[in-house]
């Protein structure tokens, strides 16, 4: 059993209510397989911004029958589609913090895919943390795969026989949102990508500021 492994073994058996958040990406679909050998179950929470490539849904819908997920998709309750144009804060705000946070209050332990090598904002990840809502509420977040390398991910995928999203064939290497995701323009950061190079990150790793 690896460390990551162990870590899901021991998290699980101490929860109430976990849950595990999905964007269907390679670390994302190498942890949902890894939780769903103890736990098939597990609410797989998916956030539908209204503004992904056609592929991801493709594969996510492809994951979720071939693996019988409890999948969660979640939106916002009032879609601005085109909102990343005028600010792209407000569009992650709107689609993608809003309705994660209201979600994550069902639960007790939230398992991310994160890793400390995907950017410099990941580099201090800490595998187990206290994550504070907007309520004040908190639960506890844990990312098994915070040590892991994207050659880690791709060597768990190609021994368990995973197929992975197919826009990284094209030159992908961070997949969000379609307008704002571009194939890397600095090689050695994977997220440079993203959001037109304005930001590292949406908004759902970060704890809202004490009111």
Known sequence: MTAANALIASELAAAERPCVTSSFQAECVVLVDMLR????????????????????????????????????????????PGQWRESTHDCCARHKVEPLFAALAQYDVWFTALRRDQSPSRANLAETDAFRLPSGATLRKVSPLAAWTMEDVGTYAHVHDIPLLPLYARGYTSIGCEPCTLPPPDPSNPRSGRWLGQKLECGIHLSPPES
Do not use: G, M
């Open 37 to 80: 050998q103890l736990r098939p179950d597990i609410p797989v929470l998916f956030l539908d911004t209204v503004h992904h490539f056609v592929e991801t849904y493709e594969y996510r819908d492809r994951i979720a029958r071939e693996w019988n997920l409890n999948l969660v998709n979640l939106r916002a309750a009032e879609p601005a």
